[in-house]
């Protein structure tokens, strides 16, 4: 991956912006910039350079995964290093450093306030809005074969989950099978804490897997994820136990149908609140609109829920190299709920759905 070229990508920015500098603290856009996985780290860009500040835990890894950056070992946190080096060094790289962006929603107020102490008083913090973010969006396609592979390889967790999922298993018993195969596998961590979901306790959206038994009849959702060479997948597949009753199969059966006519609709140029639409609109014409929830996806990456959002409202217009889910759902409470999900990459003409497989209810 080109760490230098997304470095000069975002300084080119600075004057748009109206920038001199940018602190970045954000693991996950710190990891995207110049490649450093470590866990304690800030990085900071200027118009002519970027220097990451690290502590010692971390001087033989920083210097093997940095890459664009000047690495700097501090005796002292990072976010105070990087600090005071700014004010040492504000004339010396290039035009006078003054407005400093800063991760605004990625900052403490103790953390602001420090950053505050250890600058000048004419120094001037910008807070930026999802800048690096906005930058992830679009993905190389280095980054696309590595979601490629993280998606293919969480949904064949699944097919552990089929061979465990019985009347009277916990939930907990269901994941910690899925959880490992996944180790076993080569898995980073899961992305998210998975969840599994039976019986009436499938109506919770983020039900995540308990020590309740899965009852002999009745929806079992499993919503589940890998971390692999850093990039995470998010899955979802409905399961029946037990013989489905013909409305559990209409449920089924028009979440499927939402899934369907969104990702029929992904195409670049189309705004996401369009995509939304097109699932919400089957479900509301089969009567069960009121019982969808939450928005229809998100972004995937480095993280497990990235910009854009796919809900109502929202007007970002895809693009190629965006990779998002569509996760459309039913939850009625006290009986059950359904949910589909898929990750996608928006390509010319329209997407690719990442790990296709027949979706089909299965029953237990």
């Known amino acids: 991956m080109d760490h230098k070229g997304r470095l000069k990508s975002l300084q080119a920015g600075f004057d748009r912006n109206s920038l001199d500098a940018l602190l970045v603290t954000h693991l996950p856009n710190i990891r995207y910039l110049c490649g450093f996985t470590g866990t304690s780290g800030i990085l900071a860009i200027h118009q002519t350079g970027s220097v990451f500040f690290t502590d010692g835990r971390y001087s033989e890894q920083a210097r093997t995964e940095v ?87 969480g949904a064949s967790l699944f097919d552990r989950a089929l061979e465990v999922i019985r009347p009277g298993v916990t939930e907990n018993e269901v994941a910690a099978e899925m959880e490992y195969a996944a180790r076993r596998g080569g898995a980073e961590q899961m992305s998210f804490p998975t969840i599994i979901a039976a019986g009436k306790r499938s109506a919770l959206p ?71 639409r097109a699932a919400r609109n089957i479900l509301k014409q089969r009567g069960l609109g009121r019982h969808f929830t939450h928005s229809t996806g998100h972004g995937v990456g480095l993280e497990i829920h990235e910009p854009p959002r796919i809900a109502s409202g929202q007007k970002e217009l895809l693009c190629p190299g965006m990779v998002i889910t569509i996760e459309p759902g039913v939850y009625i409470a006290g009986s059950g709920g359904v949910r589909i999900e898929d990750m996608v990459v928006v390509k010319q003409g329209g997407c690719e759905v990442l790990a296709p497989t027949n979706k089909e209810l299965i029953t237990i």
């Not at 700014?86 to 990625?106: C, F």
Request: overall charge positive.
């Open 67 to 153: 890459q664009g950056a000047q690495v700097v070992i501090a005796r002292k946190p990072p976010l105070a290093a990087a600090a005071e080096w700014l004010a040492k060094n504000r004339n010396k790289v290039g035009k006078k450093l003054r407005r400093l962006g800063i991760e605004s929603e990625h900052l403490t107020v103790a953390a602001r306030s420090q950053l505050s102490s250890h600058l000048r008083s004419d120094f001037r913090l910008r807070e930026t809005q999802g800048l690096v973010e906005r930058a992830r969006m679009v993905k190389d396609a280095d980054e696309i074969a590595l979601l490629r592979s993280a998606a293919v390889f």
């Open 206 to 276: 983020h039900g995540r897997a308990s020590a309740v038994a899965i009852p002999s009849r009745g929806f079992v959702v499993c919503d589940f994820g890998v971390i692999l060479t850093g990039y995470c997948s998010d899955r979802t597949r409905t399961v029946h136990v037990g013989r489905p009753t013909s409305e559990a199969r209409r449920v089924y059966e028009a979440v499927r149908e939402a899934q369907a006519a969104a990702i029929e609709v992904v195409k670049p140029g189309v705004s996401v609140s369009d995509v939304d």
